[in-house]
């Protein structure tokens, strides 16, 4: 048996959990009505995706002119809406945010809230930062502490919603200022979890030692849904969920700008579906992360049982990357149906030496880059741009990917693995890849058991086709 069929084999032991274990998935919306969202065995075949049933809220509503929110420009709406949310968690319901535009400073979600943002409301954020004191817990960039609260922030809850055709607006370029100053806050903190200082010492809620936070962050958090809505230019990453389970995602619409502005961070959660959305992002569209170093270490939580699916992406550094940050480890992902436009990577594995962790059990299938400035599908392994430099030695294990049915258009290189020499990538299969326009061919290096399966490339500026180093059973 090849190399490689000892890893089709694991596929299918796979294939035969998931058949066991999952027929359909079943869905309810806030009204109670049921509703089929479409997670077939196809789509689960590859990992057991856990059944799990979106928030059922009751009918009862808190509208937060109730409780005395104006759209008077010159007032918080602070107090009136978390009034609302703490109501209306007693019994279960919706927050509704009529119509109109509705300034506040941070808000605290509760179990059993839907929080529902009007077609035409739209939530506009301060950017003082004495409106999201006091310090809460957070993890920022692999590193757990206490910073300023996200925009929306949850902890400890279950069964909760953001839902509605309204809009949240973050005003992320009145946050940009902070940037060159952050720089000196990671590297403290990042030498205080060097240093195991235990967490309720870590903080940087204040104005000596800022860091920009999330727009909308669940910490250890069950049963999440958040749909419908348009997020635009948070402080820095959009939609966080941190130790987080049966998060669904769907039909968002995201927009940022500006340094750090990653549209979707799924970090040391699992269970999440991201699905049927539109990101338009200033950095990684969608980002898959799990803690960094020592810290991640510390912590253990991979993020795993991932689906990615129906997704258009219009602009970022990277349509879906995985890491740096994975040093808890990354596994069960499948990346299906992305059309990705505009961007430095279109899929992008990211992580260095000293980072530790492992990236496994990985499929990406059924995608279309129109433009990728550098690469169209890479695997790199030295990773340069890290906020902090590592001071470990430990080497990322990444193996077992399947990567099929991808069109690229336009790229400088269509296809890249680059792994640390002591610790090869392994059990890579590329099939069905057309790539159209490309000025280099495909490189490997630092590798074993990759396998390339009709594999075509046009209008290849550069020969060769194939620039392979340091690596061993490599068949195209």
């Known amino acids: 048996m090849s190399n490689y069929g000892i890893f089709m084999e694991k596929l299918t032991s796979y294939c035969v959990i998931a058949l066991l274990a999952i ?9 109670g009505k049921s509703q089929i969202l479409g997670i077939a065995k196809e789509n689960t075949d590859y990992f057991p995706f856990k059944e799990y049933a979106l928030p059922d809220f009751p009918n009862n509503t808190c509208t937060i002119t109730d409780y005395g929110a104006t759209t008077d420009p010159l007032i918080l709406n602070t107090r009136p809406i978390q009034a609302a949310i703490d109501d209306c968690s007693k019994e279960g319901g919706s927050v509704i945010i009529p119509e109109g535009k509705w300034f506040t400073g941070g808000l605290k979600m509760k179990s059993h809230v839907n929080l529902k943002i009007s077609r035409g409301a ?10 999201y004191l006091p310090a809460v817990f957070t993890r920022l960039e692999g590193l757990e502490l206490y910073n300023y609260s996200p925009l929306i922030y949850a902890d400890g809850i279950e069964n909760a919603a953001i839902t509605g055709k309204g809009r949240l607006n973050g005003k992320g370029d009145e946050w940009e200022n902070w ?11 990042y030498e205080m979890a060097q240093n195991d200082v235990p967490v309720a010492n870590r903080i940087f809620g204040k ?17 999440i849904w958040l749909e419908d809505f348009t997020l635009t230019d948070g402080p820095k990453w959009g939609i966080h969920p941190l130790y987080s389970e049966n998060v669904f995602i769907s039909n968002v619409k995201i927009k940022t700008d500006g340094p750090n502005s990653d549209g979707i961070v799924i970090d040391s959660s699992k269970n999440v579906l991201v699905e049927n959305s539109v990101l338009e992002t200033g950095d990684d569209s969608i980002a898959i992360k799990s803690g960094l170093d020592n810290d991640g270490w510390r912590v253990n939580r991979p993020s795993e049982d991932i689906i990615i699916r129906d997704i258009e992406i219009n602009d970022g550094h990277s349509g879906v990357a995985i890491g740096s940050e994975m040093s808890g480890g990354v596994r069960n992902v499948l990346v299906r149906n992305l059309n990705i436009d505009d961007v430095d990577r279109g899929i992008r594995v990211k992580s260095l030496r000293g980072r530790g962790g492992f990236v496994e059990n990985i499929w990406i299938e059924k995608i279309i880059i129109k433009k990728a400035d550098r690469v169209g599908i890479e695997i790199d392994l030295t990773y340069d741009s890290s906020t902090v430099e590592s001071e470990a030695e430990k080497i990322p294990v990444v193996k077992n990917f399947q990567i099929k049915d991808v069109r690229i258009e336009e790229t400088q290189r269509p296809l890249r693995l680059e792994g640390i020499g002591a610790i090869p990538i392994e059990k890579v299969l590329f099939s069905n890849i057309t790539t159209e326009n490309s000025e280099e061919g495909i490189l490997v290096r630092n590798s074993k058991d990759v396998e390339f399966q009709n594999v075509t490339m046009e209008k290849l500026e550069k020969k060769p086709l194939f620039d392979i180093e340091n690596s061993e059973n490599i068949s195209h």
């Open 122 to 131: 739209e939530l506009v954020f301060s950017t003082n930062p004495k409106d």
């Open 207 to 223: 104005e000596k030692y800022s860091l920009r936070p999330s727009f909308i962050q669940f910490v250890n958090s069950k049963n």
């Open 179 to 189: 940037r060159d100053e952050e720089k000196d806050s990671l590297e403290k903190a």
């Open 23 to 31: 027929c359909t998935m079943v869905f309810f919306n806030y009204s």
